[in-house]
Nanobody, 121 residues
């Protein structure tokens, strides 16, 4: 019913920048919160940044001041601008959205497949 597709991952040198994008499609009535999470092999998924429907944001301490989350509600898209990247940021990043469906009016928690960010030193 709903799909999230991430893009923008890749290879960048330490101190460089990348912008991740995540577009939601399907039977979407509205989207509440959207966010970015990351997960390394053998470790639990952790929050990077979230943004609510009203624009309130939340960041992990490790990325605060370096990353900025934003959204384009008309396009059902969320972005993560990543500046001053560090080798420690090398990991798979996953998009998440809380979606209200046309069919039922209920909410569905949806995850993307992930995009890899690699930061070289």
């Amino acid at each position: 019913q709903v799909q999230l597709v991430e893009s923008g991952g890749g290879l960048v040198q330490a101190g460089g920048s990348l912008r991740l994008s995540c577009a939601a499609s399907g039977s979407i009535f509205s989207i509440n919160a959207m966010g970015w999470y990351r997960q390394a092999p053998g470790k639990e998924r952790e929050l990077v940044a979230t943004i609510s429907s009203t624009g309130s944001t939340n960041y992990a301490d490790s990325v605060k001041g370096r990353f900025t989350i934003s959204r384009d509600s008309a396009k059902n898209t969320v972005y993560l601008q990543m500046n001053s990247l560090k080798p420690e940021d090398t990991v798979v990043y996953y998009c998440h959205a809380s979606v209200k469906l046309y069919k039922s009016g209920g909410y569905l928690e949806v995850w993307g497949r992930g995009t890899l960010v690699t930061v070289s030193s």
